[in-house]
């Protein structure tokens, strides 16, 4: 009899090893990706979520929380015993930006497209063609997210595609569900995952959550996953789930002397800092750029202010290290803008550096990020950490570096490490700035701001938006305004005059340049000649004003004549009024739009008691009114009869 052969055993971390099996489709996915075996939070979330249990997932950023909620959903989606009634939708994944759900839209994509029966109706999604009926469960996505898209076009695919996974925002996801053709019943809804929860409730979508929730049936599976829980989130986990299961995962390391430590960061990334005067940031950023090996492919450099970002992606092209072109990210570009410079980041090929603000600080998945320099250290360690995390993901090796000023704001390290995020000097590369190599950046910022005035103003606004944002540091024992250097800082911008601040008074605003900048003129010869016509106006009044003032005139007629064109305004006070009210309407329209059934009913009884309470006041009103009309004729003949038409 031959012997009988030992079967080989799994490895305890393979995707093998997980139980009950993942399909084969899905494993062959995961190999394509080069995902050799889970991550721990991939691991400990397929073991629960998997089943009929809800999870809290509290995960350090970059450790794969998105397979760890995708794999589950797709799984269950595809369990029902017949494939999901036309607009029936069973299952919600909300993000808190567009660039995160497009993210997450993107790698569902790439999973289905690995499971034949959903991936051959793919095609669907890019043409005018109505979705067939198909006899076994498939996963058709629809990604739904504001500005690029009106919500009558997702309606419109929605009734075309009739998809049963939605992935998108809180806003649109509140006003799609809200459309009576759009069903999401208890026989056939099955989960709902909200990603990077705190930060939903924190940027204030708690009014749309809410809204969804009450469009989605209580028996269902929920998840809610983010790298920090707030209390918000846990007000949350009380009243949205029922029993969940908490899977929290924590990266341990060895300080000095052995002891352990929590760390709330990939292993793989090296946070660091250096402390520098302001003057000196941005030659720091062109020598971590220039001397780091390997040279970074892609750098995210944080700023505190759109202004800010808006200024530096104008002026840093001639400062920067050649080989790296910049891209900016922030939240006043419009949203076609937004996505673009997105994808050219993260399809770049060559080394790129994306200048931005917190927009991009948390839930996007930037692949192959090296560096993280943070120009403007923000308060909050949360923030902080997210920052940091957009480098060092999926065992990837990153640094994130941190510039602070000399004096109180190296009371920021403390700051971390009190909070369990500690940071260490920046030892390799060596950084060292001389004030010859600053005044060199400063001069090369300043003569663009000399040949465009565009650049010239943009630099005053930036100054005073990130001096407005300093201002409002919540830790003030640490980032005190009375103690900035503002001559430093004004030559870390560029700046050829200080702007007009409270905080600058007493100090020479010139910088001691003597440049002249009412004569600097706009590159765009349309706006100079503008800019010109205005400047001479304005002389031609002085000089009235100055001419009045010798021959002891009152020089106020020129003011009266500018409030008598103030008050010709009034004239337009009915077109104002009338926007207003259209304004209003449509906000109503959209309000209602929004509400389900059973509220619009609602609403409407109280417009109706609203109303006959109204009609019962002007009822009463007139009888008083023409009883007291009566009594005052009986006492005065020539009593008041009423204005006449």
């Given at each position: 009899?031959?012997?009988?052969?030992?079967?080989?055993?799994?490895?305890?971390?393979?995707?093998?090893?997980?139980?009950?099996?993942?399909?084969?489709?899905?494993?062959?996915?995961?190999s394509?990706?080069?995902?050799?075996?889970?991550?721990?939070?991939?691991?400990?979330?397929?073991?629960?979520?998997?089943?009929?249990?809800?999870?809290?997932?509290?995960?350090?950023?970059g450790?794969?929380?998105?397979?760890?909620?995708?794999?589950?959903?797709?799984?269950?989606?595809?369990?029902?015993?017949?494939?999901?009634?036309?607009?029936?939708?069973?299952g919600?994944?909300?993000?808190?930006?567009?660039?995160?759900?497009?993210?997450?839209?993107?790698?569902?994509?790439?999973?289905?497209?690995?499971?034949?029966?959903?991936?051959?109706?793919?095609?669907?999604?890019?043409?005018?063609?109505?979705?067939?009926?198909?006899?076994?469960?498939?996963?058709?996505?629809?990604?739904?997210?504001?500005?690029?898209?009106?919500?009558?076009?997702d309606?419109?695919?929605f009734?075309r595609?009739?998809?049963?996974?939605?992935?998108?925002?809180?806003?649109?996801?509140?006003?799609?569900?809200?459309?009576p053709?759009?069903?999401?019943?208890?026989?056939?809804?099955?989960?709902?995952?909200?990603?990077?929860?705190?930060r939903l409730?924190?940027l204030?979508?708690?009014?749309?959550?809410?809204?969804?929730?009450?469009?989605?049936?209580?028996?269902?599976?929920?998840?809610l996953?983010?790298?920090?829980?707030?209390?918000?989130?846990?007000?949350?986990?009380?009243?949205?789930?029922?029993?969940?299961?908490?899977?929290?995962?924590?990266?341990?390391?060895?300080k000095?002397?052995?002891?352990i430590?929590?760390?709330?960061?990939?292993?793989?990334l090296?946070?660091?800092?250096?402390?520098?005067?302001?003057?000196?940031?941005?030659?720091?950023?062109?020598?971590?750029?220039?001397?780091?090996?390997?040279?970074?492919?892609?750098?995210?450099?944080?700023?505190?202010?759109?202004?800010?970002?808006?200024?530096?992606?104008?002026?840093l092209?001639?400062?920067?290290?050649?080989?790296?072109?910049?891209?900016?990210?922030?939240?006043?570009?419009?949203?076609?803008?937004?996505?673009?410079?997105?994808e050219?980041f993260?399809?770049?090929?060559?080394?790129?550096?994306?200048?931005?603000?917190?927009?991009?600080?948390?839930g996007?998945?930037?692949?192959?990020?090296?560096?993280?320099v943070?120009?403007?250290?923000?308060?909050?360690?949360?923030?902080?950490?997210?920052r940091?995390?957009?480098?060092?993901?999926?065992?990837?090796?990153?640094?994130?570096v941190?510039?602070?000023?000399?004096?109180?704001?190296?009371?920021?390290?403390?700051?971390?490490?009190?909070?369990?995020?500690?940071?260490?000097?920046?030892?390799r590369?060596?950084i060292?700035?001389?004030?010859?190599?600053?005044?060199?950046?400063?001069?090369?910022?300043?003569?663009?701001?000399?040949?465009?005035?565009?650049?010239?103003?943009?630099?005053?606004?930036?100054?005073?938006?990130?001096?407005?944002?300093?201002?409002?540091?919540?830790?003030?024992?640490?980032?005190?305004?009375s103690?900035?250097?503002?001559?430093?800082?004004?030559?870390?911008?560029?700046?050829?005059?200080?702007?007009?601040?409270?905080?600058?008074?007493?100090?020479?605003r010139?910088?001691?340049?003597?440049?002249?900048?009412e004569?600097?003129?706009?590159?765009?010869?349309?706006?100079?000649?503008?800019r010109?016509?205005?400047?001479?106006?304005?002389?031609?009044?002085?000089?009235?004003?100055?001419?009045?003032?010798?021959?002891?005139?009152?020089?106020?007629?020129?003011?009266?004549?500018?409030?008598?064109?103030?008050?010709?305004?009034?004239?337009?006070?009915?077109?104002?009024?009338?926007?207003?009210?259209?304004?209003?309407?449509?906000?109503?329209?959209q309000?209602?739009?929004?509400?389900?059934?059973?509220e619009?009913?609602?609403?409407?009884?109280?417009?109706?008691?609203?109303?006959?309470?109204?009609?019962?006041?002007?009822?009463?009103?007139?009888?008083?009114?023409?009883?007291?009309?009566?009594?005052?004729?009986?006492?005065?003949?020539?009593?008041f009869?009423?204005?006449?038409?």
């Amino acid at each position: 009899m031959a012997p009988v052969q030992a079967r080989p055993k799994k490895a305890p971390r393979s995707w093998d090893a997980l139980t009950p099996s993942l399909a084969q489709w899905i494993l062959d996915y995961l190999s394509s990706m080069g995902y050799e075996q889970p991550t721990p939070v991939q691991k400990s979330c397929l073991e629960i979520f998997r089943g009929n249990k809800d999870v809290v997932v509290e995960a350090v950023t970059g450790s794969g929380k998105t397979l760890a909620f995708l794999i589950p959903v797709v799984e269950r989606l595809l369990r029902s015993e017949e494939p999901a009634k036309r607009h029936h939708v069973q299952g919600i994944i909300i993000s808190p930006t567009r660039e995160l759900a497009s993210q997450i839209y993107n790698v569902l994509v790439s999973l289905i497209r690995f499971h034949a029966p959903s991936a051959d109706l793919l095609s669907y999604s890019k043409s005018d063609e109505k979705r067939p009926a198909t006899t076994e469960p498939v996963i058709v996505p629809q990604l739904l997210v504001g500005g690029t898209i009106k919500a009558a076009e997702d309606l419109s695919t929605f009734l075309r595609l009739s998809p049963n996974l939605l992935v998108g925002t809180p806003g649109r996801l509140a006003e799609l569900l809200s459309s009576p053709y759009v069903k999401a019943p208890a026989s056939s809804f099955e989960v709902l995952v909200m990603d990077e929860a705190d930060r939903l409730l924190d940027l204030g979508f708690s009014p749309e959550i809410t809204r969804i929730l009450g469009y989605l049936p209580k028996q269902r599976r929920t998840g809610l996953f983010s790298a920090s829980l707030s209390e918000a989130v846990e007000r949350l986990i009380t009243v949205g789930l029922l029993y969940p299961h908490k899977i929290t995962v924590r990266v341990k390391s060895l300080k000095d002397g052995g002891e352990i430590q929590e760390r709330k960061t990939p292993m793989s990334l090296q946070m660091s800092y250096i402390i520098t005067p302001a003057s000196q940031k941005i030659p720091a950023l062109c020598q971590l750029l220039d001397k780091l090996e390997p040279r970074p492919a892609r750098s995210i450099v944080f700023f505190s202010t759109c202004f800010a970002v808006k200024y530096f992606a104008r002026v840093l092209h001639g400062v920067l290290p050649p080989g790296f072109s910049i891209i900016s990210l922030h939240g006043k570009l419009e949203p076609q803008v937004r996505e673009k410079n997105y994808e050219r980041f993260v399809n770049a090929t060559s080394p790129t550096v994306l200048l931005t603000t917190d927009i991009a600080a948390r839930g996007l998945d930037i692949p192959q990020v090296d560096l993280v320099v943070q120009h403007d250290p923000p308060t909050d360690t949360k923030v902080f950490i997210h920052r940091c995390g957009r480098a060092g993901r999926a065992g990837r090796r990153g640094l994130a570096v941190v510039m602070l000023q000399p004096g109180h704001e190296e009371g920021y390290v403390q700051l971390l490490e009190v909070r369990q995020t500690p940071i260490t000097p920046l030892t390799r590369p060596s950084i060292s700035v001389t004030d010859a190599e600053a005044e060199l950046v400063s001069s090369k910022i300043r003569d663009q701001a000399k040949a465009d005035r565009e650049i010239f103003q943009l630099a005053q606004r930036a100054f005073v938006s990130w001096a407005r944002s300093y201002m409002e540091h919540q830790a003030t024992s640490i980032f005190r305004v009375s103690e900035l250097d503002w001559v430093d800082l004004a030559k870390g911008y560029g700046l050829l005059e200080l702007p007009k601040m409270p905080e600058v008074k007493g100090l020479d605003r010139s910088l001691g340049l003597g440049i002249d900048t009412e004569s600097i003129p706009f590159k765009d010869k349309a706006r100079e000649k503008k800019r010109l016509a205005e400047l001479e106006q304005w002389k031609k009044e002085k000089a009235e004003r100055e001419a009045q003032r010798a021959n002891g005139e009152d020089p106020g007629s020129l003011k009266r004549k500018k409030n008598e064109a103030w008050s010709g305004k009034h004239e337009h006070e009915d077109a104002k009024a009338a926007r207003r009210e259209k304004k209003r309407r449509k906000r109503e329209a959209q309000r209602l739009a929004q509400m389900t059934e059973k509220e619009k009913e609602e609403q409407k009884k109280l417009e109706e008691l609203i109303a006959e309470v109204r009609r019962r006041n002007a009822g009463q009103t007139t009888a008083g009114a023409a009883g007291g009309q009566k009594a005052d004729a009986a006492d005065d003949d020539d009593s008041f009869e009423g204005f006449d038409d």
